[in-house]
Nanobody, 127 residues
Framework: QVQLVESGGGLVQAGGSLKLSCTSGGTVISTYPMGWFREAPGKERELVGAISWNGDDTIYAPSVEGRFTISRDNAKATVYLQMNSLKPEDTAAYYC????????????????????WGQGTQVTVSS
């Protein structure tokens, strides 16, 4: 069983930045494509962005394109979400997810493509 743990959430003013991290107890996620999703109250969970297992490919939701960056350090088995120019509408619980298929090529945009999920970290952006 892969357990994912997100960290780095918090309260920030509009225009500010936060960097989220996602780790697991071992190194297995270094071989998995990963995704970041978010869920705001009353809204469905949505893709923020995704990254291929080797970091060569990334994809972002149009609402965050140019402001957010996903990266990964496979030596540390950690995936990051750098969030800049934050807006109040970015307020949500943010979740990382791992597709449980080693070395699967490409990025994956649908939540049901992912096998493992973290517990989420709250990001609140004040206006």
């Amino acid at each position: 069983q892969v357990q994912l743990v997100e960290s780095g959430g918090g309260l920030v003013q509009a225009g500010g930045s936060l960097k989220l991290s996602c780790t697991s107890g071992g190194t297995v996620i270094s071989t998995y494509p990963m995704g970041w999703f978010r869920e705001a109250p009353g809204k469905e969970r949505e893709l923020v962005g995704a990254i291929s297992w080797n970091g060569d490919d990334t994809i972002y939701a149009p609402s965050v394109e140019g402001r957010f960056t996903i990266s990964r350090d496979n030596a540390k088995a950690t995936v990051y979400l750098q969030m800049n120019s934050l807006k109040p509408e970015d307020t949500a619980a943010y979740y990382c997810a791992a597709k449980g298929w080693k070395y699967a090529s490409g990025t994956f945009v649908l939540a049901n493509a992912y096998t493992y999920w973290g517990q989420g970290t709250q990001v609140t952006v004040s206006s």
